[in-house]
């Protein structure tokens, strides 16, 4: 579908015009008619579905349609990350390039200078806010953020928000809006945690399910069973192999990450690390270096896993073990965008056997383990222990709750 027939106005066509978007995805066919037509919306889609131009686009049309204050807050975005609130600004100033409605991104990290600038959008009243949940209520908590009309309230990626423990805080920040608003909900996963807050925060949702529950075939999925121990000179190795111009390394820990990254940069290889004790300035310089492929070799926790649009990525590593199906799908997720191939590698140690083997259950498919290299000695055998199915398909377990369904689930969509 084209975005004209979505009946968005002629301004925001103009800027979707110039960014070179051309068709809906099938989330935004089917996300932006209920929010222009007013509905509460609960929607499972994930990352590269084209889910933050589904809820910026009517936004943004309905804003500049409508009579308002202008010198109040009229749109919260609620993200779990910095990284996530900077990329959704920057789309938002894109989206709405040729439109009066202004925008902020809100987050911690930053100097004192920037809670200034931030707490002067705030009090003058920004149209559009995409903020982390403990930065909004520091703002909040000092009475002078204008948020009284507030016409749009969107949690993105809640369910990721949820497992940072972020339930409080998002229940203290709509204590402070008006009662009667639009709410939108965007996760990439439905567990009943997720069914819990939409029943407590949204009124007579529709329904829309857009999830991608199987990789990209484009990724060619390998995988190493180790000792932890041949993990580091075993990722040298493969880093040797080819001459691969963007790699992306995920560790579970960023001790993991520090230490693997220390020992990568004795290589003399271009590599850097993010992680969240690095400050926000030093994150944004280690992404532009590796955007622009300064930097070839990217050792990141589960912080870039989801919600940073990174195209052409060669390869993904996984040095550990991600903690389930979902999260693995997220992180190779990464790599082969835009139609293009791309390689996955996943290294398993003795104590991550049965974890990787509930990820292939939910992949429905086993994963081609690689023989390590005989010059790294004798390596443990990928004998994992039957699975016991604990929340291995909770993606596909029937949705719960009083939610008018909009649409009929789509089993895949085309990545933005």
């Given at each position: 579908m084209n975005f004209k027939e979505l009946g968005l106005d002629a301004r925001?066509?103009?800027?979707?015009?110039?960014?070179?978007?051309?068709?809906?995805?099938?989330?935004?066919?089917?996300?932006?008619?209920?929010?222009?037509?007013?509905?509460?919306?609960?929607?499972?889609a994930q990352t590269g579905t084209g889910k933050t131009a589904a809820y910026l686009l009517p936004v943004i049309h309905k804003l500049i349609t409508s009579q308002h204050h202008h010198d109040h807050i009229k749109a919260l975005v609620i993200v779990p990350t910095r990284e996530l609130a900077v990329q959704i600004e920057q789309q938002m100033e894109g989206f709405s390039y040729f439109t009066p409605v202004s925008s902020i991104a809100v987050y911690g990290g930053g100097d004192g200078a920037s809670f200034t600038r931030e707490k002067q959008a705030l009090t003058q009243g920004a149209d559009v806010v995409i903020c982390t949940p403990g930065r909004m209520i520091a703002h909040l908590n000092l009475g002078y953020v204008k948020i009284s009309d507030l016409k749009f309230l969107i949690l993105d990626e809640a369910d990721r928000m949820l497992d940072m423990g972020f339930y409080d805080d998002i229940m203290k920040i709509i204590s402070f809006l008006p009662a009667k608003r639009q709410n939108l909900l965007f996760s990439a996963t439905m567990p009943m945690k997720i069914r819990d807050l939409a029943r407590k925060i949204l009124h007579q949702p529709a329904e829309i399910n857009i999830a991608i529950s199987k990789p990209a075939e484009n990724i060619l999925q390998q995988a190493f069973v180790v000792y932890e121990s041949q993990k580091i000179p075993l990722v040298k190795h493969v880093l040797k192999s080819k001459n691969y111009q963007s790699v992306l390394i995920f560790c579970s820990?960023?001790?993991?990450?520090?230490?693997?990254?220390?020992?990568?940069?004795?290589?003399?290889?271009?590599?850097?690390?993010?992680?969240?004790?690095?400050?926000?300035?030093?994150?944004?310089?280690?992404?532009?270096?590796?955007?622009?492929?300064?930097?070839?070799?990217?050792?990141?926790?589960?912080?870039?896993?989801?919600?940073?649009?990174?195209?052409?990525?060669?390869?993904?590593?996984?040095?550990?073990?991600?903690?389930?199906?979902?999260?693995?799908?997220?992180?190779?997720?990464?790599?082969?965008?835009?139609?293009?191939?791309?390689?996955?590698?996943?290294?398993?140690?003795?104590?991550?056997?049965?974890?990787?083997?509930?990820?292939?259950?939910?992949?429905?498919?086993?994963?081609?383990?690689?023989?390590?290299?005989?010059?790294?000695?004798?390596a443990p055998e990928y004998n994992p222990r039957k699975s016991k199915g604990r929340n291995q398909n909770r993606r596909f377990n029937k949705p719960k709750g009083n939610f008018k369904r909009r649409n009929k689930p789509s089993d895949s969509a085309p990545k933005a």
């Open positions: 925001l066509l103009e800027g979707i015009g110039a960014i070179g978007y051309e068709t809906a995805t099938p989330v935004q066919e089917q996300v932006i008619p209920p929010i222009l037509e007013g509905s509460d919306i609960i929607a499972s820990t960023k001790d993991n990450v520090k230490k693997l990254s220390r020992d990568l940069k004795r290589t003399g290889m271009a590599i850097e690390e993010i992680h969240s004790d690095l400050d926000q300035d030093s994150r944004e310089k280690v992404l532009l270096g590796f955007k622009s492929r300064r930097i070839n070799v990217l050792v990141a926790t589960d912080i870039l896993s989801r919600g940073i649009d990174i195209e052409d990525i060669d390869m993904v590593i996984n040095y550990d073990v991600p903690h389930d199906g979902e999260d693995y799908i997220h992180r190779i997720g990464r790599t082969a965008r835009a139609a293009s191939k791309g390689e996955a590698i996943t290294f398993i140690s003795e104590r991550e056997q049965n974890k990787f083997a509930a990820i292939e259950e939910l992949l429905g498919n086993p994963v081609t383990k690689v023989q390590v290299p005989e010059l790294f000695g004798e």
